[in-house]
């Protein structure tokens, strides 16, 4: 898929005020400063769509982008740490829920792990609850490029061997960096195929 288009379109705190176009949703999360906003930026060939922070906790909302007028990307809060209080931390997570559960034109949600980090019980909380509601999702490793192929082999693997006692097929996984751009093909091409409608069999 060729990203011809992306435009910010406005942030969201409830699933009702999000657009209602009916157009196709990917969502993207992981735990804070995992490199949400330098993918999302990669994946549209911009440098800032979508502001990066060092700081983590910098998502507080949910965020569309219009894609070639086809489809929506929507930035959501990171989980994990961040420098916000609990209170705000419980904001985000009902809002998150609440939009996931909710959300009839949500596609797929992509998570976003560090390929660098041994599996994060957080993250295989996150995919274990999407796996509860009932949402497709795929995961992303990140930063690549700043550890060895093997370490990034290895760390996989792992995240593959925590999901095997819970999941009878593992999820789809792309490798990703925005140094190398790699994995930037695949997913485009994997979101391509997810609003492509399917040819009927003769």
């Known amino acids: ?10 942030s969201f705190v409830k699933e009702k005020e999000c657009p209602k ?3 196709p949703e990917f969502a993207f999360i992981g735990r804070s ?8 930026n990669m994946l549209v060939n911009r440098k800032d769509l979508v502001k990066v922070s ?3 906790g910098k998502t507080q909302t949910l965020n569309f982008f219009n894609i070639n007028e086809r489809l929506y990307f929507v930035d959501l809060p990171g989980y994990g740490y961040a420098k916000v209080s609990r209170s705000l931390r419980h904001q985000w997570t009902d809002m998150i829920s609440q939009y ?6 949500l596609q797929c949600v992509f998570i976003l792990a560090d390929a660098r980090l041994e599996p994060q019980q957080s993250d295989l909380d996150f995919v274990n609850q999407l796996g509860t509601w009932r949402i497709p999702f795929a995961i992303i490793f990140t930063k690549s490029d700043k550890v060895g192929k ?13 999901l095997k006692p819970v999941w009878s097929t593992l ?3 792309f490798i990703s960096s925005t140094v190398s751009k790699a994995g930037k093909d695949d997913i485009l ?11 009927p069999k003769s």
Request: glycine share 6%.
């Open 1 to 10: 898929m060729l990203i011809q288009s992306a435009t910010f379109i406005g």
């Open 21 to 23: 176009t009916g157009l």
């Open 100 to 105: 996931l559960q909710q959300r009839r034109t």
């Open 171 to 173: 999820p789809v996984t």
């Open 54 to 56: 060092r700081a983590p």
């Open 33 to 40: 400063n995992v490199g949400k906003s330098s993918l999302i």
């Open 150 to 162: 093997s370490q990034v082999s290895k760390h996989v693997s792992l995240f593959h061997a925590a």
């Open 189 to 199: 091409k994997f979101i391509a195929e997810a609003i492509t409608p399917k040819k």
